[in-house]
Protein backbone atom coordinates (compact mmCIF):
# COMPACT_ATOMS: atom_id res chain seq x y z
CA UNK A 1 0.00 0.00 0.00
CA UNK A 2 2.29 2.49 1.41
CA UNK A 3 6.34 2.39 0.22
CA UNK A 4 9.11 5.09 1.60
CA UNK A 5 12.15 4.48 -0.25
CA UNK A 6 15.39 6.57 0.39
CA UNK A 7 13.55 9.22 1.58
CA UNK A 8 15.27 12.96 2.33
CA UNK A 9 13.51 16.38 3.41
CA UNK A 10 15.25 18.92 4.46
CA UNK A 11 13.48 22.58 6.25
CA UNK A 12 16.12 25.56 6.50
CA UNK A 13 19.19 23.38 5.70
CA UNK A 14 18.67 21.20 8.67
CA UNK A 15 17.91 17.50 7.58
CA UNK A 16 14.27 16.09 9.11
CA UNK A 17 15.03 12.76 6.96
CA UNK A 18 17.81 10.99 5.43
CA UNK A 19 17.70 8.27 3.36
CA UNK A 20 14.92 6.93 4.94
CA UNK A 21 12.72 3.75 4.32
CA UNK A 22 9.67 2.13 5.20
CA UNK A 23 7.46 -0.13 3.77
CA UNK A 24 3.05 -0.25 5.30
CA UNK A 25 1.57 -3.47 3.34
CA UNK A 26 -2.08 -3.23 2.39
CA UNK A 27 -4.60 -3.68 5.39
CA UNK A 28 -1.94 -2.93 8.14
CA UNK A 29 -2.09 -0.22 10.66
CA UNK A 30 1.47 1.36 11.97
CA UNK A 31 2.04 3.57 14.47
CA UNK A 32 4.73 6.57 13.67
CA UNK A 33 6.24 7.24 17.02
CA UNK A 34 9.51 9.70 17.80
CA UNK A 35 10.18 12.31 20.05
CA UNK A 36 8.44 15.64 18.93
CA UNK A 37 10.00 17.75 16.42
CA UNK A 38 11.48 14.54 14.63
CA UNK A 39 9.31 14.90 11.35
CA UNK A 40 6.02 12.82 11.90
CA UNK A 41 3.83 15.14 10.85
CA UNK A 42 6.25 16.19 8.05
CA UNK A 43 6.42 12.20 6.72
CA UNK A 44 2.51 12.15 6.51
CA UNK A 45 2.25 15.41 4.52
CA UNK A 46 5.17 14.19 2.16
CA UNK A 47 2.96 11.05 1.84
CA UNK A 48 0.30 12.93 1.08
CA UNK A 49 1.31 14.45 -1.34
CA UNK A 50 1.27 18.11 0.55
CA UNK A 51 5.21 18.67 0.61
CA UNK A 52 7.92 17.37 -2.57
CA UNK A 53 10.65 15.29 -1.15
CA UNK A 54 14.07 16.54 -1.94
CA UNK A 55 15.38 12.77 -2.33
CA UNK A 56 13.72 9.55 -3.08
CA UNK A 57 10.44 8.59 -3.54
CA UNK A 58 7.21 8.03 -1.70
CA UNK A 59 5.02 5.04 -3.10
CA UNK A 60 1.31 4.65 -3.18
CA UNK A 61 -0.91 2.22 -4.19
CA UNK A 62 -2.25 3.72 -7.93
CA UNK A 63 -5.50 3.52 -7.20
CA UNK A 64 -5.42 3.87 -3.38
CA UNK A 65 -7.60 7.11 -1.77
CA UNK A 66 -5.51 9.05 0.58
CA UNK A 67 -7.63 10.31 3.42
CA UNK A 68 -5.80 13.09 6.50
CA UNK A 69 -7.18 15.18 8.72
CA UNK A 70 -7.80 18.54 7.47
CA UNK A 71 -5.08 20.89 9.36
CA UNK A 72 -7.71 23.91 9.21
CA UNK A 73 -10.64 23.59 11.33
CA UNK A 74 -14.18 23.93 9.39
CA UNK A 75 -15.96 26.72 10.03
CA UNK A 76 -19.16 28.57 8.08
CA UNK A 77 -23.20 28.04 8.76
CA UNK A 78 -23.19 24.50 7.54
CA UNK A 79 -24.05 21.49 10.23
CA UNK A 80 -21.81 18.95 11.09
CA UNK A 81 -23.31 16.30 9.39
CA UNK A 82 -23.97 18.69 6.48
CA UNK A 83 -20.11 18.85 6.68
CA UNK A 84 -19.60 15.30 7.18
CA UNK A 85 -22.10 14.36 4.20
CA UNK A 86 -20.67 17.18 1.86
CA UNK A 87 -16.75 15.31 2.25
CA UNK A 88 -18.11 12.62 -0.10
CA UNK A 89 -17.53 15.13 -3.23
CA UNK A 90 -18.41 12.16 -5.40
CA UNK A 91 -21.58 11.41 -3.87
CA UNK A 92 -22.55 15.23 -3.78
CA UNK A 93 -21.83 15.29 -7.45
CA UNK A 94 -23.97 12.62 -8.62
CA UNK A 95 -26.96 13.56 -5.99
CA UNK A 96 -26.76 17.20 -8.09
CA UNK A 97 -26.28 15.76 -11.14
CA UNK A 98 -29.52 13.57 -10.45
CA UNK A 99 -31.93 16.11 -9.84
CA UNK A 100 -31.80 17.46 -13.36
CA UNK A 101 -30.75 14.63 -15.49
CA UNK A 102 -32.95 13.75 -18.12
CA UNK A 103 -31.40 10.73 -20.12
CA UNK A 104 -32.95 7.49 -18.81
CA UNK A 105 -29.88 5.73 -19.54
CA UNK A 106 -27.64 8.68 -17.21
CA UNK A 107 -30.27 8.40 -14.88
CA UNK A 108 -29.67 4.50 -14.24
CA UNK A 109 -26.13 5.17 -14.54
CA UNK A 110 -26.37 7.37 -11.49
CA UNK A 111 -28.54 5.29 -9.44
CA UNK A 112 -26.41 2.03 -10.39
CA UNK A 113 -23.15 4.56 -8.72
CA UNK A 114 -25.26 6.26 -5.81
CA UNK A 115 -26.26 2.33 -5.01
CA UNK A 116 -22.70 1.33 -5.21
CA UNK A 117 -20.90 3.53 -3.24
CA UNK A 118 -23.53 3.35 -0.47
CA UNK A 119 -25.56 6.82 -1.07
CA UNK A 120 -28.76 5.40 0.72
CA UNK A 121 -27.04 4.68 3.61
CA UNK A 122 -24.46 7.60 3.89
CA UNK A 123 -26.71 10.09 6.40
CA UNK A 124 -26.95 7.21 9.20
CA UNK A 125 -23.25 6.41 8.65
CA UNK A 126 -22.17 9.77 8.77
CA UNK A 127 -24.73 10.21 12.05
CA UNK A 128 -23.03 7.22 13.73
CA UNK A 129 -19.87 8.58 13.21
CA UNK A 130 -20.90 12.11 14.75
CA UNK A 131 -22.06 10.22 17.58
CA UNK A 132 -19.53 8.12 18.60
CA UNK A 133 -17.47 11.40 18.53
CA UNK A 134 -19.85 12.91 21.13
CA UNK A 135 -22.58 14.58 18.82
CA UNK A 136 -25.72 14.23 19.99
CA UNK A 137 -28.86 14.48 17.54
CA UNK A 138 -29.00 18.12 18.55
CA UNK A 139 -25.67 19.11 18.13
CA UNK A 140 -25.79 17.36 14.57
CA UNK A 141 -28.15 20.26 13.55
CA UNK A 142 -26.22 23.36 14.79
CA UNK A 143 -23.73 25.81 12.46
CA UNK A 144 -20.48 24.32 12.88
CA UNK A 145 -19.74 28.53 13.86
CA UNK A 146 -21.37 27.80 17.13
CA UNK A 147 -18.75 25.01 18.44
CA UNK A 148 -15.41 25.85 19.57
CA UNK A 149 -12.22 24.90 17.61
CA UNK A 150 -11.52 21.33 19.45
CA UNK A 151 -15.08 20.43 18.90
CA UNK A 152 -14.57 21.64 15.09
CA UNK A 153 -11.70 19.09 15.01
CA UNK A 154 -13.94 16.68 15.68
CA UNK A 155 -15.89 17.56 12.92
CA UNK A 156 -13.06 17.01 10.70
CA UNK A 157 -12.19 13.76 11.83
CA UNK A 158 -15.47 12.64 11.60
CA UNK A 159 -15.10 13.70 7.82
CA UNK A 160 -12.38 11.97 7.45
CA UNK A 161 -13.28 8.95 8.62
CA UNK A 162 -16.52 9.06 6.58
CA UNK A 163 -14.72 9.20 3.80
CA UNK A 164 -13.16 5.34 4.52
CA UNK A 165 -10.11 5.68 2.59
CA UNK A 166 -7.85 3.40 1.80
CA UNK A 167 -4.67 4.65 3.13
CA UNK A 168 -5.46 6.58 6.47
CA UNK A 169 -3.30 8.79 7.94
CA UNK A 170 -3.66 10.44 11.49
CA UNK A 171 -1.92 13.01 13.75
CA UNK A 172 -3.13 12.97 17.31
CA UNK A 173 -6.26 11.83 16.38
CA UNK A 174 -6.84 11.71 20.22
CA UNK A 175 -6.05 15.01 20.86
CA UNK A 176 -9.20 16.53 21.33
CA UNK A 177 -11.44 13.85 23.02
CA UNK A 178 -12.61 13.03 25.83
CA UNK A 179 -12.58 9.78 26.94
CA UNK A 180 -15.69 8.02 26.09
CA UNK A 181 -14.70 9.50 22.07
CA UNK A 182 -11.36 7.79 22.40
CA UNK A 183 -13.14 4.59 23.58
CA UNK A 184 -15.26 5.07 20.26
CA UNK A 185 -12.33 5.85 18.53
CA UNK A 186 -10.28 3.35 19.34
CA UNK A 187 -12.84 0.54 18.50
CA UNK A 188 -14.01 2.59 15.30
CA UNK A 189 -10.32 1.70 13.97
CA UNK A 190 -9.67 -1.43 15.26
CA UNK A 191 -12.45 -2.47 12.88
CA UNK A 192 -10.73 -0.49 10.60
CA UNK A 193 -10.78 -2.55 7.14
CA UNK A 194 -8.44 0.08 5.14
CA UNK A 195 -4.47 0.57 5.73
CA UNK A 196 -3.82 2.93 8.82
CA UNK A 197 -0.59 5.01 9.13
CA UNK A 198 -1.26 6.82 12.85
CA UNK A 199 0.89 9.30 15.26
CA UNK A 200 -0.05 9.05 18.66
CA UNK A 201 2.09 9.40 22.05
CA UNK A 202 -1.07 7.35 23.49
CA UNK A 203 0.73 4.23 24.66
CA UNK A 204 -2.58 2.46 25.14
CA UNK A 205 -4.58 3.74 21.85
CA UNK A 206 -1.43 2.17 20.02
CA UNK A 207 -1.47 -1.02 21.96
CA UNK A 208 -5.15 -1.26 20.95
CA UNK A 209 -4.59 -0.64 17.34
CA UNK A 210 -1.38 -1.18 15.61
CA UNK A 211 0.31 -4.22 14.48
CA UNK A 212 3.12 -2.63 13.24
CA UNK A 213 5.42 0.53 14.54
CA UNK A 214 7.81 2.60 12.62
CA UNK A 215 10.32 4.64 14.61
CA UNK A 216 11.77 7.78 13.76
CA UNK A 217 15.07 8.49 15.42
CA UNK A 218 18.14 10.38 13.75
CA UNK A 219 16.46 11.25 11.01
CA UNK A 220 15.54 7.33 9.89
CA UNK A 221 12.83 4.99 9.79
CA UNK A 222 12.83 1.47 11.56
CA UNK A 223 10.18 -0.89 11.64
CA UNK A 224 9.04 -3.04 14.53
CA UNK A 225 6.61 -5.77 14.12
CA UNK A 226 3.83 -5.98 17.46
CA UNK A 227 2.63 -2.82 19.38
CA UNK A 228 4.20 -0.20 20.80
CA UNK A 229 4.56 -2.25 24.45
CA UNK A 230 6.46 -5.05 22.54
CA UNK A 231 8.45 -1.97 20.34
CA UNK A 232 9.82 -0.81 23.69
CA UNK A 233 10.65 -4.46 24.10
CA UNK A 234 12.53 -5.23 20.84
CA UNK A 235 14.47 -1.96 20.84
CA UNK A 236 15.81 -2.29 24.43
CA UNK A 237 17.35 -5.81 23.27
CA UNK A 238 18.48 -3.86 20.02
CA UNK A 239 20.10 -1.27 21.81
CA UNK A 240 22.03 -3.68 24.14
CA UNK A 241 23.38 -6.05 21.35
CA UNK A 242 24.10 -3.62 19.68
CA UNK A 243 25.82 -2.12 22.44
CA UNK A 244 27.74 -5.62 22.57
CA UNK A 245 28.84 -5.95 19.37
CA UNK A 246 30.16 -2.27 18.91
CA UNK A 247 32.04 -2.98 22.50
CA UNK A 248 33.53 -6.33 20.95
CA UNK A 249 34.21 -3.98 17.79
CA UNK A 250 36.13 -2.05 19.10
CA UNK A 251 37.88 -4.49 21.32
CA UNK A 252 39.13 -6.09 18.04
CA UNK A 253 40.33 -3.17 16.09
CA UNK A 254 41.96 -1.91 19.22
CA UNK A 255 43.51 -5.34 18.46
CA UNK A 256 44.66 -5.08 15.19
CA UNK A 257 45.71 -1.45 15.50
CA UNK A 258 48.03 -2.35 18.10
CA UNK A 259 49.59 -5.20 15.99
CA UNK A 260 49.47 -2.60 13.26
CA UNK A 261 51.67 -0.06 14.97
CA UNK A 262 54.17 -2.35 16.34
CA UNK A 263 55.17 -4.09 13.05
CA UNK A 264 54.39 -2.09 10.47
CA UNK A 265 57.89 -1.16 9.93
CA UNK A 266 59.31 -4.26 10.26
CA UNK A 267 60.31 -6.06 7.41
CA UNK A 268 59.37 -9.47 8.92
CA UNK A 269 56.10 -8.58 9.63
CA UNK A 270 55.66 -5.98 6.88
CA UNK A 271 53.54 -8.10 4.77
CA UNK A 272 51.18 -9.03 7.65
CA UNK A 273 50.54 -5.00 9.30
CA UNK A 274 49.90 -4.69 5.50
CA UNK A 275 47.17 -7.67 5.53
CA UNK A 276 45.75 -6.11 8.71
CA UNK A 277 45.60 -2.51 8.10
CA UNK A 278 43.32 -3.65 4.92
CA UNK A 279 41.21 -5.95 6.74
CA UNK A 280 41.03 -3.11 9.24
CA UNK A 281 39.45 -0.89 6.52
CA UNK A 282 36.82 -3.08 5.44
CA UNK A 283 35.93 -3.65 8.95
CA UNK A 284 33.75 -0.55 9.01
CA UNK A 285 32.30 0.31 12.40
CA UNK A 286 29.23 -0.24 14.22
CA UNK A 287 26.79 3.01 14.26
CA UNK A 288 26.54 3.67 17.55
CA UNK A 289 22.51 2.87 18.75
CA UNK A 290 21.70 5.99 21.45
CA UNK A 291 18.75 5.43 23.18
CA UNK A 292 16.60 8.59 23.12
CA UNK A 293 17.37 11.25 25.96
CA UNK A 294 15.35 10.80 29.22
CA UNK A 295 12.91 13.48 30.26
CA UNK A 296 12.11 14.24 33.99
CA UNK A 297 9.84 16.13 35.63
CA UNK A 298 10.21 17.01 39.94
CA UNK A 299 6.88 18.22 41.53
CA UNK A 300 7.97 20.55 44.29
CA UNK A 301 6.43 18.73 47.62
CA UNK A 302 3.97 20.57 49.52
CA UNK A 303 4.28 21.47 53.35
CA UNK A 304 1.99 18.56 55.23
CA UNK A 305 -1.93 19.51 55.44
CA UNK A 306 -4.13 17.67 58.18
CA UNK A 307 -6.91 16.16 55.83
CA UNK A 308 -9.36 16.58 54.31
CA UNK A 309 -8.22 19.29 52.22
CA UNK A 310 -11.50 19.81 50.90
CA UNK A 311 -15.13 18.52 51.54
CA UNK A 312 -18.13 19.40 49.52
CA UNK A 313 -21.09 18.92 51.13
CA UNK A 314 -24.33 19.24 48.93
CA UNK A 315 -23.30 22.13 46.74
CA UNK A 316 -24.85 23.18 43.48
CA UNK A 317 -22.37 25.90 40.93
CA UNK A 318 -22.20 27.15 37.95
CA UNK A 319 -22.30 30.04 35.94
CA UNK A 320 -26.26 31.47 36.47
CA UNK A 321 -28.38 30.81 39.59
CA UNK A 322 -31.07 29.70 37.21
CA UNK A 323 -29.18 26.84 35.72
CA UNK A 324 -26.12 25.33 37.45
CA UNK A 325 -23.98 23.18 35.94
CA UNK A 326 -23.62 20.92 38.49
CA UNK A 327 -25.60 20.00 41.33
CA UNK A 328 -25.71 17.45 45.04
CA UNK A 329 -22.27 17.21 45.01
CA UNK A 330 -20.93 15.71 48.31
CA UNK A 331 -17.34 14.97 47.76
CA UNK A 332 -13.95 14.73 49.34
CA UNK A 333 -10.06 15.75 48.56
CA UNK A 334 -7.53 14.12 50.83
CA UNK A 335 -3.43 14.86 50.89
CA UNK A 336 -3.18 10.98 49.22
CA UNK A 337 -5.70 11.28 46.62
CA UNK A 338 -5.24 10.24 43.06
CA UNK A 339 -8.78 11.05 41.26
CA UNK A 340 -9.46 10.76 37.40
CA UNK A 341 -12.08 12.96 36.19
CA UNK A 342 -14.06 10.84 33.79
CA UNK A 343 -17.43 11.69 31.56
CA UNK A 344 -18.35 13.58 28.44
CA UNK A 345 -17.00 16.90 27.25
CA UNK A 346 -19.66 19.47 28.11
CA UNK A 347 -20.54 17.86 31.24
CA UNK A 348 -18.90 19.77 33.77
CA UNK A 349 -15.36 18.62 34.31
CA UNK A 350 -13.78 21.80 33.93
CA UNK A 351 -16.43 23.61 35.92
CA UNK A 352 -15.95 21.11 39.30
CA UNK A 353 -12.36 21.81 38.46
CA UNK A 354 -12.58 25.30 38.96
CA UNK A 355 -15.03 24.86 41.73
CA UNK A 356 -11.94 22.72 43.28
CA UNK A 357 -9.62 25.77 42.77
CA UNK A 358 -11.78 28.58 44.08
CA UNK A 359 -11.94 29.62 40.84
CA UNK A 360 -16.25 29.53 41.06
CA UNK A 361 -17.82 29.85 44.26
CA UNK A 362 -20.48 27.36 45.27
CA UNK A 363 -24.09 28.68 44.76
CA UNK A 364 -25.65 26.64 47.65
CA UNK A 365 -24.70 24.07 50.25
CA UNK A 366 -20.89 24.08 51.74
CA UNK A 367 -17.67 24.09 50.37
CA UNK A 368 -14.99 23.88 53.19
CA UNK A 369 -11.20 24.49 52.00
CA UNK A 370 -8.51 23.45 54.81
CA UNK A 371 -6.57 26.86 56.37
CA UNK A 372 -3.63 27.98 54.11
CA UNK A 373 -4.78 25.14 51.03
CA UNK A 374 -2.48 26.02 47.82
CA UNK A 375 -3.75 24.81 44.37
CA UNK A 376 -2.14 24.61 41.25
CA UNK A 377 -4.38 24.19 37.88
CA UNK A 378 -3.02 23.63 34.53
CA UNK A 379 -5.16 23.96 31.75
CA UNK A 380 -3.53 24.34 27.86
CA UNK A 381 -5.52 27.58 27.47
CA UNK A 382 -3.29 29.23 29.64
CA UNK A 383 -0.57 28.85 27.03
CA UNK A 384 -2.27 31.45 25.02
CA UNK A 385 -1.95 33.95 28.24
CA UNK A 386 1.78 33.76 27.28
CA UNK A 387 3.93 36.98 26.31
CA UNK A 388 4.95 35.61 22.52
CA UNK A 389 7.99 38.60 22.76
CA UNK A 390 9.05 36.99 26.12
CA UNK A 391 11.15 33.72 27.06
CA UNK A 392 10.45 31.43 29.28
CA UNK A 393 12.54 32.60 32.26
CA UNK A 394 10.39 35.85 31.58
CA UNK A 395 7.19 34.15 32.33
CA UNK A 396 8.05 32.29 35.50
CA UNK A 397 9.80 35.63 36.56
CA UNK A 398 6.56 37.31 36.33
CA UNK A 399 4.76 34.79 38.74
CA UNK A 400 7.97 35.14 40.98
CA UNK A 401 8.80 38.52 41.16
CA UNK A 402 11.13 37.68 44.50
CA UNK A 403 13.04 34.69 43.22
CA UNK A 404 16.15 35.05 41.57
CA UNK A 405 17.42 34.00 38.23
CA UNK A 406 19.34 31.01 40.00
CA UNK A 407 15.38 29.98 41.54
CA UNK A 408 13.90 31.02 38.33
CA UNK A 409 16.23 28.40 36.30
CA UNK A 410 16.33 26.05 38.79
CA UNK A 411 11.92 25.47 38.65
CA UNK A 412 12.51 25.17 35.12
CA UNK A 413 15.35 22.48 35.24
CA UNK A 414 12.54 20.58 37.11
CA UNK A 415 10.58 19.65 33.94
CA UNK A 416 13.74 19.84 31.99
CA UNK A 417 14.27 23.16 30.38
CA UNK A 418 17.21 23.70 29.84
CA UNK A 419 19.41 26.99 30.40
CA UNK A 420 19.49 27.58 26.28
CA UNK A 421 15.61 27.12 25.96
CA UNK A 422 14.83 29.19 29.21
CA UNK A 423 16.07 32.04 26.94
CA UNK A 424 14.10 30.89 23.95
CA UNK A 425 10.84 33.48 22.96
CA UNK A 426 7.71 31.25 24.16
CA UNK A 427 6.50 32.14 20.10
CA UNK A 428 9.15 29.97 19.21
CA UNK A 429 8.60 26.93 21.67
CA UNK A 430 7.14 23.95 20.97
CA UNK A 431 3.76 22.94 22.09
CA UNK A 432 5.55 20.43 24.60
CA UNK A 433 7.75 22.82 26.00
CA UNK A 434 5.16 25.26 26.79
CA UNK A 435 3.34 22.95 28.74
CA UNK A 436 6.70 22.30 30.82
CA UNK A 437 6.79 25.96 31.06
CA UNK A 438 3.18 25.41 32.32
CA UNK A 439 3.88 22.81 34.83
CA UNK A 440 6.96 25.23 36.27
CA UNK A 441 4.49 27.77 36.91
CA UNK A 442 1.43 26.55 38.38
CA UNK A 443 3.97 24.66 40.68
CA UNK A 444 5.84 27.56 42.09
CA UNK A 445 4.20 27.84 45.40
CA UNK A 446 4.43 24.32 45.85
CA UNK A 447 0.45 23.50 46.03
CA UNK A 448 -1.04 20.92 48.04
CA UNK A 449 -3.55 19.87 44.87
CA UNK A 450 -2.54 19.89 41.23
CA UNK A 451 -5.54 20.02 39.01
CA UNK A 452 -4.62 18.83 35.81
CA UNK A 453 -6.70 19.25 32.75
CA UNK A 454 -5.60 17.30 29.82
CA UNK A 455 -1.71 17.47 30.51
CA UNK A 456 -0.60 15.19 27.96
CA UNK A 457 -1.52 16.95 24.80
CA UNK A 458 1.43 18.14 23.38
CA UNK A 459 3.76 15.54 25.37
CA UNK A 460 5.57 12.93 23.71
CA UNK A 461 5.93 9.89 24.99
CA UNK A 462 8.75 9.97 27.34
CA UNK A 463 7.53 13.28 29.12
CA UNK A 464 4.27 11.44 29.22
CA UNK A 465 6.31 8.79 31.60
CA UNK A 466 8.10 11.29 33.33
CA UNK A 467 4.82 13.10 34.14
CA UNK A 468 3.35 9.87 35.63
CA UNK A 469 6.12 9.50 37.51
CA UNK A 470 6.72 12.38 39.04
CA UNK A 471 2.67 12.36 39.49
CA UNK A 472 3.36 9.04 41.34
CA UNK A 473 6.02 10.71 43.34
CA UNK A 474 4.40 13.85 44.57
CA UNK A 475 3.19 14.46 48.08
CA UNK A 476 0.16 16.31 47.63
CA UNK A 477 -3.42 15.23 45.89
CA UNK A 478 -3.77 15.00 42.37
CA UNK A 479 -6.92 15.18 40.23
CA UNK A 480 -6.87 14.60 36.15
CA UNK A 481 -9.04 14.97 33.31
CA UNK A 482 -7.14 13.49 30.71
CA UNK A 483 -8.08 11.14 27.74
CA UNK A 484 -4.68 9.33 28.37
CA UNK A 485 -5.57 5.58 29.34
CA UNK A 486 -2.11 4.68 30.32
CA UNK A 487 -1.69 7.76 32.99
CA UNK A 488 -5.26 6.87 34.45
CA UNK A 489 -4.62 3.34 34.72
CA UNK A 490 -0.89 3.89 36.23
CA UNK A 491 -1.66 7.18 38.69
CA UNK A 492 -5.14 6.76 39.23
CA UNK A 493 -6.97 5.29 42.56
CA UNK A 494 -10.37 6.65 41.98
CA UNK A 495 -12.32 7.48 39.49
CA UNK A 496 -15.29 10.23 39.55
CA UNK A 497 -18.01 10.13 37.11
CA UNK A 498 -19.55 13.82 35.83
CA UNK A 499 -22.65 13.00 34.23
CA UNK A 500 -26.32 14.35 34.37
CA UNK A 501 -25.66 17.28 36.10
CA UNK A 502 -23.45 15.49 39.23
CA UNK A 503 -20.98 14.40 40.01
CA UNK A 504 -20.57 10.39 41.25
CA UNK A 505 -17.67 7.99 42.30
CA UNK A 506 -17.77 4.74 39.59
CA UNK A 507 -17.04 1.40 41.86
CA UNK A 508 -14.29 0.22 39.54
CA UNK A 509 -11.45 0.60 37.48
CA UNK A 510 -11.19 2.49 34.32
CA UNK A 511 -11.35 -0.76 32.14
CA UNK A 512 -14.72 -1.50 33.84
CA UNK A 513 -15.93 2.09 33.08
CA UNK A 514 -14.58 1.52 29.24
CA UNK A 515 -17.04 -1.27 29.42
CA UNK A 516 -19.75 0.01 30.84
CA UNK A 517 -19.57 3.32 28.18
CA UNK A 518 -19.13 0.81 25.04
CA UNK A 519 -22.16 -1.53 26.74
CA UNK A 520 -24.03 2.08 27.18
CA UNK A 521 -23.23 3.15 23.31
CA UNK A 522 -24.66 -0.17 21.71
CA UNK A 523 -28.11 0.12 23.69
CA UNK A 524 -28.05 3.42 22.20
CA UNK A 525 -26.89 2.24 18.83
CA UNK A 526 -29.35 -0.47 19.14
CA UNK A 527 -32.20 1.63 20.07
CA UNK A 528 -32.01 4.18 17.66
CA UNK A 529 -31.70 1.58 14.60
CA UNK A 530 -34.97 -0.44 16.05
CA UNK A 531 -36.95 3.71 15.80
CA UNK A 532 -35.50 4.54 12.94
CA UNK A 533 -37.49 4.90 9.65
CA UNK A 534 -36.31 2.92 6.39
CA UNK A 535 -35.52 6.21 3.63
CA UNK A 536 -34.78 5.32 0.24
CA UNK A 537 -33.96 7.40 -2.70
CA UNK A 538 -36.13 8.20 -5.98
CA UNK A 539 -35.31 6.57 -8.45
CA UNK A 540 -36.60 4.57 -11.82
CA UNK A 541 -38.72 1.33 -10.45
CA UNK A 542 -36.04 -0.99 -12.17
CA UNK A 543 -33.16 0.54 -10.63
CA UNK A 544 -35.53 1.03 -6.80
CA UNK A 545 -35.61 -2.87 -7.09
CA UNK A 546 -31.77 -3.45 -7.56
CA UNK A 547 -30.44 -0.72 -5.04
CA UNK A 548 -33.16 -1.68 -2.95
CA UNK A 549 -31.77 -5.24 -3.32
CA UNK A 550 -28.28 -4.74 -2.60
CA UNK A 551 -29.21 -2.67 0.10
CA UNK A 552 -31.15 -5.22 1.94
CA UNK A 553 -28.19 -7.36 1.40
CA UNK A 554 -25.82 -5.56 3.14
CA UNK A 555 -27.98 -4.52 5.91
CA UNK A 556 -28.65 -8.01 6.25
CA UNK A 557 -25.26 -9.18 6.04
CA UNK A 558 -24.09 -6.78 8.73
CA UNK A 559 -26.94 -7.76 11.07
CA UNK A 560 -25.40 -11.22 10.57
CA UNK A 561 -21.94 -9.78 11.69
CA UNK A 562 -23.68 -8.10 14.21
CA UNK A 563 -25.64 -10.70 15.62
CA UNK A 564 -22.88 -13.44 15.45
CA UNK A 565 -20.38 -10.88 17.22
CA UNK A 566 -22.99 -10.55 20.25
CA UNK A 567 -23.48 -14.25 20.41
CA UNK A 568 -19.17 -14.57 20.63
CA UNK A 569 -19.43 -11.95 23.73
CA UNK A 570 -22.28 -13.35 25.56
CA UNK A 571 -19.75 -16.69 25.15
CA UNK A 572 -16.83 -15.36 25.93
CA UNK A 573 -18.33 -13.52 28.78
CA UNK A 574 -19.58 -16.47 30.41
CA UNK A 575 -15.95 -18.34 29.84
CA UNK A 576 -14.39 -15.25 31.16
CA UNK A 577 -17.21 -14.95 34.59
CA UNK A 578 -16.02 -19.11 35.06
CA UNK A 579 -12.38 -18.60 35.05
CA UNK A 580 -12.65 -15.46 37.54
CA UNK A 581 -14.74 -17.41 40.10
CA UNK A 582 -11.94 -20.14 40.01
CA UNK A 583 -9.36 -17.30 40.37
CA UNK A 584 -11.60 -15.89 43.51
CA UNK A 585 -11.55 -19.77 45.22
CA UNK A 586 -8.74 -19.76 47.87
CA UNK A 587 -7.53 -23.44 47.34
CA UNK A 588 -6.25 -22.42 44.17
CA UNK A 589 -3.43 -20.68 45.58
CA UNK A 590 -2.57 -24.03 48.08
CA UNK A 591 -1.77 -26.05 45.27
CA UNK A 592 0.66 -25.50 41.91
CA UNK A 593 1.37 -21.93 41.02
CA UNK A 594 1.23 -23.32 37.43
CA UNK A 595 -2.84 -23.81 37.10
CA UNK A 596 -2.80 -20.23 38.97
CA UNK A 597 -0.18 -18.62 36.09
CA UNK A 598 -2.23 -20.40 33.00
CA UNK A 599 -5.71 -19.25 34.27
CA UNK A 600 -4.49 -15.54 34.26
CA UNK A 601 -3.36 -16.20 30.68
CA UNK A 602 -6.74 -17.73 29.63
CA UNK A 603 -8.06 -14.66 31.58
CA UNK A 604 -6.08 -12.26 29.46
CA UNK A 605 -7.17 -13.88 26.19
CA UNK A 606 -10.48 -13.66 26.71
CA UNK A 607 -10.39 -10.15 27.29
CA UNK A 608 -8.31 -8.95 24.11
CA UNK A 609 -11.06 -11.42 22.48
CA UNK A 610 -14.22 -9.87 23.99
CA UNK A 611 -12.85 -6.26 23.17
CA UNK A 612 -11.90 -7.38 19.47
CA UNK A 613 -15.63 -8.96 19.25
CA UNK A 614 -17.17 -5.44 20.98
CA UNK A 615 -15.34 -3.94 18.15
CA UNK A 616 -16.43 -5.81 15.65
CA UNK A 617 -19.82 -5.42 16.78
CA UNK A 618 -20.00 -1.60 17.15
CA UNK A 619 -18.92 -1.41 13.56
CA UNK A 620 -21.47 -3.35 12.00
CA UNK A 621 -23.95 -1.45 14.41
CA UNK A 622 -22.94 1.93 12.82
CA UNK A 623 -22.60 0.95 9.19
CA UNK A 624 -26.57 -0.33 9.90
CA UNK A 625 -29.07 1.85 8.57
Known amino acids: MLTVSDLTYRIGGRSLLEHATATVPPGHKAGLVGRNGTGKSTLLQL ?73 ETAPARAAAILAGLGFNEDAQKLPLSTFSGGWRMRVALAATLFLQPDLLLLDEPSN ?12 HLM ?29 KLTIYRGNYDQFEKERSKRLD ?7 KQLRNRQHIQSFIDRFRYKASKARQAQSR ?32 LITVENASVGYSAQSPVLTQLNLRLDMDDRIALLGENGNGKTTLLRLLKGELRAMSGVVTNSPKLCAGYFSQQQTEAFNQAGTALDELGLRMPDATETQLRAQLGRFGITRDRADVKTASLSGGELAKLLFACVTRDAPHILLLDEPTNHLDM ?47 DIWEYRKSVLEARRAERRLQREQRPERHLRQSRRDARRAGADARAARSERRRVAAEAERRIEALSREKSVIEKKLAEPELYEGSAIEIVE ?22 VESTP
Open 462 to 508: ASRQALIDAINGYQGAVVLVTHDLHLVELCADRLWVVRQGTCRVFDG
Open 47 to 119: IAGQLDPDVGLVEVHRSAKIGMLAQKTPGGESTPREFVLAADRERSALLAEAKDAKNPERIAEIQIRLSDIGA
Open 176 to 187: HLDLESRFWLES
Open 191 to 219: AYRGTILLVSHDRNFLNSIVDTIIHLNDR
Open 277 to 308: LKALARMGEIEQMRPESEVEFNFPDPNPMAPP
Open 241 to 247: LLASERT
Open 599 to 620: LNKQLGDLEKRISAAESEWLHA
